[in-house]
């Protein structure tokens, strides 16, 4: 009988074999206090969660290199691992009641969700959606349900999702809405405080955003308001004592996001505003579902700011600041009494502790340390910083020097974040800390686009890849050499997704800047990429084409911001690292890279990983990747 062999994604006569790697390995050299695996190796623990009474708690831990649920009470010093997964990190769990959890994973990072049930004893697993190729994500937990979620699924059409009421018992799905309208797709479910489906968005002429409502689940949808999907009116919740009013957070009518009351049945805004920030947009509200009251907003400038609605909350975060004060503080979870939390500590150079906080005894209890094998006293500050584009526009980033060192004419990985709409933030990342602990500078910027800072601002990306997006990088590169803090001549480029994108671009269209490249699942082709998006991507095809380019409309546009197409240019050394089953970012973006460069004649380093998406996940994987890249900056940037 023929021995059956697996089509391998891509092309796989083009990765490189492994002695490419192990020489980039060796490298990186050893003798440093930590090790790359002391960077990136999972916590022991992390992620806790409190069951709906307070009474245990659980949190991801790994076993056999995995990301698994186990469960413990407070007090104790035994914990119990329920779940045995072995091939790949659970990707997110909760609990439904004290006996039940549920969790999510994937396969080989293809991102098709399926949702899972166990006990707390870890009995009675169960798949409750056993779905191939379809993929499933939490409208509502539905806390005062014990036998009921709702999620959302597109398994009647991969291109549209539908909402579901689901048995977690018996595993029964109850079809609450049809989503099967592909001209007007239904992109958000939302529920009321009764966990009532009565609120969704719908896409409308692929470039506008309307808001649906209904008073009850046996009425149809009615549209409310349409807005271009520039302008964004984002229901939070619902309002505790109008049926008809909902929290948003909006832009509507001005430049910056500010959250206030929204009536859906008027379709009018209903103010005052409840808060706003001249500088950056305010997403986040926070609530007490048992007080029925609004507690805090978060927002972020140059780091994470709290402001208080609420002095009950705001006396409990008095209360933990005392004690914990000079780390940033995060309530991630508390039972349904709320007088039980799990508190999380973190700073740019530790990744913290989890404590438990007993409201009724004042008692706050250390869980955990996050990572207690780095100290935090040998890692390096992470520090806001502004500069200048060529345009007078103001951009904001951050600048990781090595510790103890000058900061004058320093080797520097220039790393541009990914999406590319998003944006960094302080705080602890495991790569910038890598990097800085072997003598790099890291930089990393809010190019134009990125969000949070304004509708004007993030417009101004629009169909700007590789243009004044990659402007705002190149200019920011030259003010770190103006500082006298970049050697001009120790300059490369990192980044993942849009990152890797820029990384690409940066090469290309500004190919005596930098010494070398790392393209971690990046695009390559502005074309082909617009094409092999996941299915569930489809619908927002016409606010991608308004963003990045349309492929007919503008076609000179993408063609000359498409790297592949400009090989001839690239001159300097480029790793590229690529997940197979990538869905957003298709395996072939990264071939066509290596194929076209390496018809040249120009030998590139590319590290494909079949059991992995969107970024590499497995301990193992991201050990050898990030050796390797350490090697090879290490070789061009540090000779």
Not at 588 to 600: F, T
Request: hydrophobic share 35%.
């Amino acid at each position: 009988m023929a021995e059956h062999k697996t089509q391998l994604p891509g092309d796989p006569t083009l990765p490189s074999p492994p002695e490419v790697f192990e020489a980039f390995i060796k490298l990186a050299g050893e003798g440093h206090k930590y090790a790359v695996e002391d960077f990136f190796r999972k916590p022991e623990r992390s992620r806790y969660q409190l069951s709906p009474s307070g009474k245990y708690f659980s949190f991801l831990g790994p076993w056999k290199r995995r990301l698994n649920i186990f469960v413990q009470e407070p007090g104790s010093e035994e914990a119990v691992r329920i779940t045995s997964i072995e091939d790949r990190d659970i990707s997110w769990y909760f609990w439904k009641t004290d006996d039940t959890l549920l969790f999510a994973r994937d396969r080989g990072g293809d991102e098709n969700f399926h949702l899972y049930a166990i006990e707390r004893d870890g009995s009675n697993l169960r798949e409750l959606t056993p779905f191939e190729g379809v993929r499933v994500d939490l409208v509502d937990d539905l806390e005062d349900f014990d036998d009921e979620v709702i999620i959302q699924m597109n398994k009647n059409n991969p291109h549209l999702f539908d909402p579901y009421r689901l048995n977690i018992k018996t595993g029964e799905l109850t079809q609450l809405a049809e989503n099967n309208n592909l001209a007007e797709p239904i992109d958000n479910w939302m529920t009321d405080h009764q966990g009532r489906l009565r609120a969704a968005t719908k896409l409308v002429g692929g470039t506008n955003t309307c808001l649906l409502y209904r008073r009850t689940e046996e009425e149809d949808f009615k549209e409310v308001i349409t807005t271009d999907f520039r302008v964004s009116i984002v229901p939070l919740f619902f309002d505790f004592e109008n049926d008809d009013r909902v929290f948003v957070s909006t832009n509507l009518g001005r430049d910056k996001s500010v959250i206030t009351r929204f009536n859906l049945a008027t379709g009018l805004e209903e103010g005052p505003v409840i808060f706003e920030h001249p500088e950056v947009d305010v997403s986040s509200l926070a609530y007490s579902r048992k007080r029925k009251v609004l507690t805090a907003i978060t927002y972020l400038t140059d780091k994470r700011h709290l402001h208080f609605l609420d002095a009950e909350t705001k006396a409990i975060y008095k209360r933990l600041e005392a004690e914990l004060g000079e780390y940033e503080i995060v309530v991630v979870d508390h039972n349904r009494d709320e007088d039980k939390f799990m508190v999380r500590t973190y700073s740019d150079r530790s990744l913290g502790a989890y404590f438990f906080f007993d409201k009724n005894t004042d008692e706050l209890l250390k869980i955990a340390e996050v990572s207690p094998w780095l100290d935090e006293a040998d890692m390096a500050e992470m520090k806001p910083v502004q500069y200048q584009t060529r345009d007078g526009l103001t951009i904001h980033g951050y600048l990781t020097l090595p510790k103890d060192h000058d900061g004058k004419k320093l080797p520097v990985v220039v790393n541009p974040h990914g999406g590319p709409w998003v944006r960094d933030a302080w705080g602890y990342n495991p790569e910038v800390q890598l990097l800085a602990s072997r003598g790099f500078a890291v930089f990393q910027m809010n190019y134009r686009g990125s969000t949070g800072y304004g509708r004007k601002f993030w417009e101004i990306s629009f169909k700007q890849w590789g243009r004044k997006m990659q402007d705002d990088i190149t200019d920011g590169v030259k003010w770190l050499v103006d500082e006298g803090i970049a050697n001009p001549d120790r300059v490369g480029i990192y980044g993942g997704s849009y990152g890797g994108y820029a990384t690409l671009a940066g090469l290309t269209f500004t190919p005596d800047l930098y010494a070398c490249g790392v393209d971690y699942v990046g695009v390559s082709n502005l074309f082909t990429f617009l094409t092999t998006i996941p299915p569930y991507w489809k619908p927002y095809l016409e606010m991608m084409y308004e963003m990045v380019g349309h492929p007919e409309k503008d076609k000179e546009i993408l063609e000359a911001a498409s790297p592949v197409f400009h090989i001839d240019r690239i001159k300097a050394p480029l790793f590229v690292a690529q997940g197979a089953n990538d869905p957003r970012v298709n395996i072939d973006e990264s071939d066509q890279i290596v194929r076209a460069l390496r018809q040249r004649g120009i030998d590139v380093p590319y590290m494909v990983k079949y059991d992995e998406g969107h970024g590499f996940h497995n301990e193992e994987n991201q050990f050898e990747f990030y050796k390797a890249m350490l090697g090879f900056l290490v070789k061009y940037l540090k000779g």
